[in-house]
């Protein structure tokens, strides 16, 4: 009788984790995501000025924002930085990473000289930035070179190209580090029997690392396309905190409606627009790319 115990006490001891092992995790995520985003939408239905009580408004706020000429545009900026955001920072960080992850010493050195910019605060960044751009005091006037010598920050039609830099400057150290981390968790196997067949490293990087990295660019592409739809603080900082329409990209128009203009029945709607199109985004990616029915990267083996 003990024995059958002792038995039915192991299997129940081999079964997944408890609840309340991931009670702590699941809190956390509803406190600090589904909550809000229950209170975003509430108030994506009211007239509330920040100041007053909310009233309720129904689906008044929805059209009056989905048909603002300001609000579309700022839309159409945020998926134009999308898009560039991900043509610049991919290809950059994916060689970047699979140079970097070579076991050489040089390689070491300048993967952390790589990094830098990670430890660095966005507030940070956009105030030297700024300073360096300056087209009195910035680079243009130590290096007295004319082409630098220009309102970076002032022209409606560089501003968002001169961000789009700024940011791909911050966080291409962190894709590298997921692309370093993809290629190193490639087999040398591979390799080698590449080079028994006289492949050469151009040949191995487009027949051997990218089919290997797919997953890898799939997450990076994911965490970046979804991050582009949340720049905010360097837009802030940079512009002084009064963004021209050259760079109001969606989460600052959402900022100007709600707390400049005290409309924040308005701006919850626009909040639920970013999340709606983060989450078309990101499952998008997933269901297209297979991630979904990712089994092992290690293919050949």
Known sequence: ?????????????RVGPSGWMIAPALTFFLVFAIVPLAVALYLSFTK?????????VGLANWPKVLTDPVTITALVLSLKVIVISWVVQTPISLLLGVFTAGRQRYRGVLA?????????SSAAIA??????????FGLAASLGIPFLKQDWLGNQDLILYVVVFIIAWQFVPFHTLLY??????????LYEAAEIDG???????????LPQLRYTIVTSSTLMVVG????FDVIFV????????????????????GFSANQMGEASVMAMILVVIGLLLALGLTKFSGFAKMTSQQEGL
């Open 199 to 209: 492949a050469s490293r151009m040949q191995q990087f487009f027949a051997i690392t």
């Open 238 to 257: 940079l512009t002084g905190g009064v963004p021209s329409a050259g760079i109001r990209i969606l989460p600052i128009d959402m900022y100007v409606t």
């Open 1 to 13: 009788m003990s024995t059958n115990r002792g038995a039915v006490v192991t299997s129940k001891s």
């Open 127 to 136: 105030i030297a930035f700024k300073a360096i751009l300056d087209p009195n």
């Open 48 to 56: 509330w000025d920040a100041i007053s009580d909310p009233v309720w």
């Open 112 to 120: 952390a000289v790589f990094f830098l910019p990670l430890i660095l």
């Open 180 to 189: 370093q981390g993809g290629v190193r968790q490639i087999p040398a196997s």
């Open 228 to 231: 582009s739809l949340t720049y």
